[in-house]
């Protein structure tokens, strides 16, 4: 383990030096593309504006045959695109790469890095297992930066997509400076658990609780509910990443005609903590970037609550309600989350300033 001292110095000599902070752009849709699909990639340079990221996935997902096509194409399409990534305008450019142990995970960081390094703001690395693979990239990138001359470090993001993963989830957090955040990947997850699941994410009929027998029936018709299979995963990676001042995601909803459940099970993930989730398809991204962005009642009562509560000590009533230091900072955080946005979507600025503006009459 590096010395608390060490941890942020550069990895390599000439390599930018490690952010002390990991920003908090709003990332609600992480929206996949696949850069070897020419409709795809087609579609991807109007998106840039209308999605907080834009994700070329070069692992699973691509055909084996098209890894190399879908790497070039994503390098094509950083150029093509100038307002796309490194701080040029709101939209990010995040990359997955093949994983680590593949054929195609050294040239993947190699190539993107040395080619687009200043367009890319976050590397995805699927298959986490423990911190010695986030130490890897870390010095890897450092290596790579160096050598294209970038001024600013690119960060990088772990999917948890194992059982072990799951195990080392903090130490993955807090394995490099660089960590911007993590994802859920439930299907490789679900499958290294062995769980008798076969869906890309989502609940499952199966998972459920049963109302007692009333008299003793128990062949007497019984409510059940259905369960969240992903609560202790998604709330683990949440603690994890606020120990660390990192972001969880919750990632991705395979049934894409069912857009009910994909818009519930962002929002358990939304109440839960994280800050965002994938899009596989374009229709996802508008429900990502409802759920992710908070309801304008919601943001105005907070900013009631921060104005009822002074300078932030004590116990006030609003509305019948007690709030006091503690309600005071989940309100804080909804407000700042709502300011974050507001500064890049005009849309939703307009809403939360109408609701101010009719709660103030
Ligand atoms: C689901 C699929 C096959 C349906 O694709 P489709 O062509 O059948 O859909 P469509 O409704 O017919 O598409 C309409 C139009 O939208 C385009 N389109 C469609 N999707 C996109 C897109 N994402 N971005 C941009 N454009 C898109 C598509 O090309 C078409 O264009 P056209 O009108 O010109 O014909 C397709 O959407 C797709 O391949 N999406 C990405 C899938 C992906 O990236 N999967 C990997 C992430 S999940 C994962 O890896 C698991 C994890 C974490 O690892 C773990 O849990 O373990
Ligand atoms: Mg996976």
Redesign the pocket.
């Known amino acids: 383990m590096r010395s608390a001292k060490d941890f942020f110095a550069p990895l390599a000599v000439g390599a930018p030096a490690p952010l002390r902070e990991i920003p908090a752009r709003p990332s609600r849709a992480i929206?996949?593309?696949?850069p070897s699909?020419p409709?795809?990639a087609?579609?991807?340079p109007d998106?840039v504006g209308s999605v907080d990221v834009l994700l070329g996935?070069l692992?699973?997902?691509?055909k084996a045959d098209n890894k190399l096509a879908a790497r070039q194409g994503l390098v094509d399409i950083a150029r093509a695109t100038p307002d796309l990534g490194g701080g040029r305008g709101p939209t990010q450019l995040w990359t997955?790469v093949n994983a680590l142990d593949s054929p195609w995970g050294l040239d993947d960081l190699t190539t993107l890095v040395t080619e687009i390094g200043d367009r890319l703001d976050v590397v995805m690395v699927?298959k986490v297992q423990g911190a010695e693979d986030i130490h890897y990239v870390d010095r890897l990138l450092a290596q790579l930066e160096a050598k294209a001359g970038l001024d600013r470090p690119i960060l990088v993001h772990a999917?948890l997509?194992t059982a072990r993963g799951m195990v080392n989830v903090e130490e993955i957090c807090g394995a490099s400076p660089r960590m911007q955040g993590l994802?859920?990947?439930?299907?490789?997850?679900?499958?290294d658990r062995r769980m008798k699941t076969t869906r890309?994410?989502g609940g499952h009929p199966g998972y459920l609780v049963r109302q007692d027998p009333v008299d003793g029936d128990i062949e007497g018709s019984r409510p059940t509910y259905q369960q969240d299979l992903w609560h202790y995963t998604i709330a683990r990676m949440v603690d994890a990443c606020a120990m660390h001042g990192i972001y969880p995601y919750y990632?991705?909803f395979?049934d894409?005609t069912d857009v009910v459940a994909c818009e519930d099970q962002f929002r358990n993930a939304f109440l839960l903590g994280c800050v965002g989730t994938?899009?596989?398809?374009?229709?996802q991204i508008a429900i990502a970037n409802r759920v992710f962005s908070p309801a304008p009642e919601d943001v105005a009562h907070a900013r009631r609550v921060v104005e009822a509560m002074g300078d932030g000590t004590g116990a006030v009533m609003l509305d019948g309600k007690m709030e006091d230091d503690a309600s005071l900072k989940q309100c804080l955080v909804m407000v700042e989350l709502a300011e974050q946005l507001a500064a890049i979507d005009p849309a939703l600025k307009e809403q939360y300033d109408a609701i101010v503006t009719e709660a103030s009459r």
């Open positions: 929206h996949f593309f696949d699909n409709k795809m087609a579609k991807v998106m996935n692992e699973d997902a691509v997955r699927p999917i997509e994802s859920l990947g439930p299907a490789d997850l679900a499958a890309v994410g990632g991705p395979g894409i994938w899009s596989l398809h374009p229709k």
